[in-house]
């Protein structure tokens, strides 16, 4: 078969790879370009561009998504990681559709049952498995806590804290269970998985066999590195103090941290009778797995979440979730923000549209800020796409385009600026015109509540 994998970079993505070459043909996607090997061809691919999602997925059998974006993916960028998750997702859904993809598989994390509201992390997995979901295509989903493996990060920020901390401070989330399971483990679930109409749509959980705190497993790590570590129960530590402490202690970087850590304050375990089995597998225990992890630890090399994502200098992402009233589609929300610009307050801006072609401009002296051009081949009700093609605020190079789409069914509408290169100074651009652009962006935001709940 011919199998994509987004995310095919990371460590779960290079173990697939490894795992699946020698039978099926790969397309490895990844925003880095990397040289193809036998039976592996490395694609470069910007999800948050659906035109690239849809040539990375050209010609595949099935698709395998191992994304999330708690990572920077511009030299500035504006909105939250469950925004840039959900408009990701969406288009890997969209490119899937149109390229005829049979299956799509989706490695997310186990969601707590019964134990209030999930953190925003959870809730964003649990998002990005709704758009898989109500695909056209049947999505497999499979779950899990922390997967131990050599090049993982939560199993390198644990490392780190055992092998530089003597006494270890253990905020109350190291108390809580969770059910880790190894990397072999996880990539023969999702290798059983490939092909078989019986795991469409569907969830499954892919614990191992062993449930253990953060702690215990903190202090399995330093008896099988042969050190004596002691545990200081520290309660009052908030998660951001805890995230400082973390990230000051491993130097993961805090886009990192501070979501896993929220999410760390509930017990994370398999649903009854939702446990993925595969027969003849046994799942290896928490001593086995991390006996080797550690035996192919290398403690000088950054895991691949660590490092600085490959992004282009003085480009801006912005993505904002707008209300959607009801019965409207992207494309009212696009005429509802032409309608809205010339009406804010103070009315400085002029909008004019001209066929396909769309200028901002200042009203006095009159000149144009921004030029768009609409691009109907690449619009349709919900999703509605505009080319940056210049105006004084912008440089007429690269690919720089607003778009508004639908998700999750029409509940909402997210708004976006991608790959924008400002002609300003970058950090004049940063300071004003950017922060102008989020303060627009909330007003119309306000304006739409209103026109809903008329």
Known sequence: MNIAIAGASGFVGKALIQELSS???????????????????????????????EKGLKGADVAIYLVHSMRPSAHLSQGTFEDFDLIVADNFVKAAERNGVKQIIFLGGLIPENQGEPSQH??????????????????????????????????????????????????????????????????????????????????????GPDILSYRDMMLKVASLKGLKRKCLPVPFLTPTISTLWVCGITRAPEGLVRPLIDSLRFSLVDRKNQTLEIPGHTPMGIDEALKLAIRNYNGKEKPHAFKKPAVKHYEARSVQRLPMPKGWTAEDIAKAYMDFLPKMRPRVVRVD????????????????????EYSPERSWRNRQLFYVRGGLLSQRIGRGRLEFREVLDGQACLSAIHDFKPRLP????????????????????????KRANS
């Open 122 to 207: 959870l809730q964003s997995r649990q998002e990005v498995e709704e758009v898989f979901l109500r695909s056209k295509v049947p999505a497999t989903i499979l779950r899990a806590a922390v997967i131990i493996g050599a090049e993982g990060s939560s199993f390198h920020i644990m490392t780190r804290l055992v092998e530089r901390l003597p006494v270890m401070l253990c905020p109350s989330w190291t108390s809580t269970v969770n059910q880790p399971v190894a990397l072999s483990d996880v990539v023969q679930s999702i290798r059983y998985v490939i092909g078989k109409s019986d795991f469409y749509n569907k969830s499954f959980d892919l614990g």
């Open 23 to 53: 039978e099926h043909k790969i397309f490895a996607l990844s925003r880095s370009s990397r040289k193809s090997q036998e039976n592996v061809e490395w694609r470069d691919c910007d999800l948050f561009s659906l035109l690239d999602a």
């Open 426 to 449: 970058w950090y004049f651009y940063k300071y004003s015109q950017a922060l102008y652009h989020l303060w627009v962006m909330t007003e119309f935001g306000r304006y739409l509540k």
């Open 353 to 372: 549209v001209d066929g396909h072609w769309i200028y901002f401009s200042n009203r006095f002296p009159h000149f144009h800020l921004l030029v768009l």
